[in-house]
């Protein structure tokens, strides 16, 4: 059975029957699972090298049937005029026998379009998912005698999956660029690591012809020009544990993308030799106050400033590598009033906090789209943070109210992270 479609079960059964506990500890378990088996069968999953088309392009023109993909005319000339023509066999090839289906009730299982690589069938509830789904489509090759699905960044074959993460961030990335006016909707995290991954191409164009061309092979090999193999597929993995722990009801996802970040910077700063390419990456990351603040308080270790009898949930009793031995400080979920907790985060006195950044980071703390979420939505959310706060001597009763409630949510969710990493950290103890 697929694990995703496994996940989106456990993942129903959290929220329709409130069993949020038992969801909890079985996502967490599964990923377990999925990470170990992945462990095991490393090998065996990255090939040698990927599937390679040996029908001439032209060929694979001449067989899409341009009537039968009208809907997607939109989507093909886009994509020509975009990426190089060698990039497109793989999209012709899907093309000739491909099955498209409108399915607006898949909305209500909160999915809006999917590609089912086996079927080479693609559904969509809305045609803005049509962009996003006709990438996975263009970028994957399914191997029916194997039962092996190569798409863009991620091989699967049965429960053995790697690269989910780096895929569905880079595909959001072309789609943004393609078809969405450079606006990312979704994996947000994943395709900011994405597009960091582009600084390590001298030019961007190689790394989209890897992903058109399913070459996760030539990803990792390109990427050890920088760090050994076993830390590229360690480093693809933690992405893969981004889009997974993105389900779990806490805001744990940030602290492994930052550290990701702080990653890469590390390693592309060993071996880059172009100190204007360097001051690039330094600025991308500065643009992000998290990543920013993490960077420049990158020599202080994780335990300081931690408050007395709270332990760091991080700190490792073996001996940490090179990357861990300069781990980020962990400020951004202690259990402190959020009001320090911006003041400190953006680096401004507490009556200069920006409303709209604090809102954002309490959408990120409590697991809320702030970006799909209508305008109503997001200017309620606005005036509930903004008692946050507003200094004491403005507040009504009322705010005094709803801050403490609001507060108590956040010091729960920080309790509930902890106790979720202390159970990650004995599973992966007794494992």
Request: aromatic share 12%.
């Amino acid at each position: 059975m697929n694990p995703i479609l496994i996940r989106n079960v456990l993942e129903l059964l959290g929220q329709f029957t409130g069993i949020v506990c038992i969801y909890n500890i079985s996502t967490i378990a599964f990923s377990n699972l999925i990470l170990k088996k992945d462990k095991k069968y490393e090998k065996y999953l990255i090939h040698d090298f990927p599937h390679v088309d040996k029908v001439p392009l032209e060929e694979r023109k001449k067989r899409v049937n341009s009537t039968k993909n009208k809907e997607l005319l939109f989507y093909i000339e886009k994509l020509e005029k975009f990426t190089d023509e060698e990039n497109l066999k793989n999209a012709y090839r899907n093309l000739s026998t491909m099955d498209m289906k409108w399915q607006p009730c898949k909305i209500i299982y909160g999915s809006l379009g999917s590609y089912d690589a086996k079927k080479n069938q693609l559904k969509y509830a809305l045609n803005d998912t049509l962009g996003y789904e006709f990438l996975n489509m263009c970028s994957t090759y399914y191997d029916v005698d194997s039962n092996e699905k190569q798409s863009g960044f991620s091989w699967q074959k049965g429960f053995s999956l790697i690269g989910e993460g780096l895929n569905v961030g880079y595909t959001e990335l072309l789609n943004a660029r393609i078809y969405n006016g450079d606006i990312v909707e979704g994996h947000e995290k994943e395709a900011r690591i994405a597009e960091m991954m582009e600084f390590f191409f001298d030019d961007p164009k190689e790394m989209e012809h890897l992903y058109f061309n399913h070459n996760l092979v030539g990803f990792i090999e390109h990427m050890e020009h920088f760090q050994e193999r076993e830390e590229v597929i360690k480093l693809i993995r933690e992405i893969d544990q981004i889009t997974f722990l993105s389900h779990l009801g806490n805001p744990l996802p940030t602290y492994e993308y930052i550290k990701i970040q702080l990653k890469l910077y590390d390693w592309f700063k060993e071996k880059n030799q172009d100190p204007k390419k360097l001051e690039e990456v330094e600025n991308f990351l500065e643009e992000e106050k998290m990543v920013s603040f993490a960077l420049k308080s990158k020599k202080t270790k994780l335990v300081k400033g931690f408050p007395k009898r709270v332990h760091p949930v991080f700190t490792k009793t073996k001996k940490v590598d090179r990357v861990d031995s300069t781990m980020i400080p962990f400020n951004i979920y202690q259990r402190k009033p959020f009001k320090e907790l911006c003041s400190e985060l953006f680096q401004v006195p507490e009556d200069e906090i920006n409303i709209l950044q604090a809102t954002k980071l309490y959408c990120l703390m409590t697991n809320m789209d702030f970006i799909n979420c209508d305008r109503n939505t997001r200017n309620t959310i606005a005036r509930q943070v903004q008692t946050l706060i507003l200094p004491e001597e403005e507040k009504t009763s009322l705010e005094q109210r709803t801050c403490k409630q609001l507060q108590k949510k956040l010091d729960s969710i920080w309790y509930n992270t902890t106790e979720e990493l202390k159970k990650i950290k004995t599973s992966r103890k007794v494992g």
